[in-house]
């Protein structure tokens, strides 16, 4: 078991403090993982009028250049906080635009791949179950933007929730995985609740203003109309 373990992550000591990282091999894996995601939906899934679990060639189209550019925007940081977590340049908006256009079922599967990309950005990781909630699930959060597709102000609601899904993971993390961090005498929930809200929230308060610049929702309408037609 060890050996198969060591096949796809490095001896322990990745951030020197018991953390492993992926070899070529494991981001390859975690790569067609990703692939296998988006694609196969497209080729294998069951479309009908009340169900639709099928990606369409625009969707994946769409879905492939908000990945594209949530991956850009990611590397626009404005603050990189030490345990991870950082204020980018609205890298979530992306993210939540596929779900707010296509539904949950798109938008979630579009966030928990975009999550395994943030991952292979910097593959360390202390155990399996940490990874999950830190990248495709905290990511993947996002679109929960989905469910409320149609509604009025929904680009703005959906926003805000995807973004408390992701925090709500977040927290969950800090508080199973990385409490040791927090100063003495400090909770560690409470710890947790800061760490994340010091880039989450910002992040949020700034995209939410730039959505609502009559120009930009406007443009962002626009470009809905064709991501739909």
């Known amino acids: 078991m060890d050996k198969i ?11 020197g403090d018991g953390s492993v990282k992926l070899t070529s091999i494991g981001v390859v894996l975690v790569a067609v993982c990703i692939l296998a995601l988006v694609v196969i939906p497209s080729i294998t899934g069951k479309k009908n009028s009340e169900n639709k679990t099928k990606l369409t060639t ?20 404005f603050a990189n906080l030490p345990m991870g977590g950082s204020c ?4 979530m ?3 939540v635009l ?10 979630l599967t579009v966030g928990f791949a975009y999550g395994l990309l943030q991952f292979i950005m910097e593959p360390i990781f202390y155990t399996l179950p940490q990874m999950l909630i830190d990248y495709p ?15 009025k102000h929904g680009l703005q609601i959906g926003y805000i929730v995807g973004v408390i899904g992701r925090y709500i993971f977040s927290i969950i993390s800090g508080v199973v995985f990385f409490s040791a961090y927090a100063p003495e005498g400090t909770p560690a929930i409470i710890y ?13 308060i700034v995209t939410l203003i730039i959505i609502s610049i009559p ?7 626009t470009v809905k109309k064709n991501a739909l037609s």
């Open 5 to 15: 373990i060591n096949f796809f992550t490095t001896t322990d000591g990745a951030w």
């Open 215 to 221: 120009a930009v929702a406007k443009a962002l309408d």
């Open 192 to 204: 947790s609740l800061g760490y994340n809200a010091t880039y989450l929230i910002p992040e949020a």
């Open 137 to 151: 699930l905290a990511f993947g959060a996002l679109g929960l933007a989905g469910f409320f597709a149609g509604k």
């Open 88 to 91: 980018t340049l609205c890298s």
């Open 58 to 77: 625009k969707q994946l189209t769409y879905s492939a250049v908000a990945l594209a550019l949530a991956m850009v925007c990611s590397m626009i940081k």
């Open 93 to 95: 908006l992306f993210i």
């Open 98 to 107: 596929i779900g707010y256009w296509y539904g949950p079922y798109v938008g």
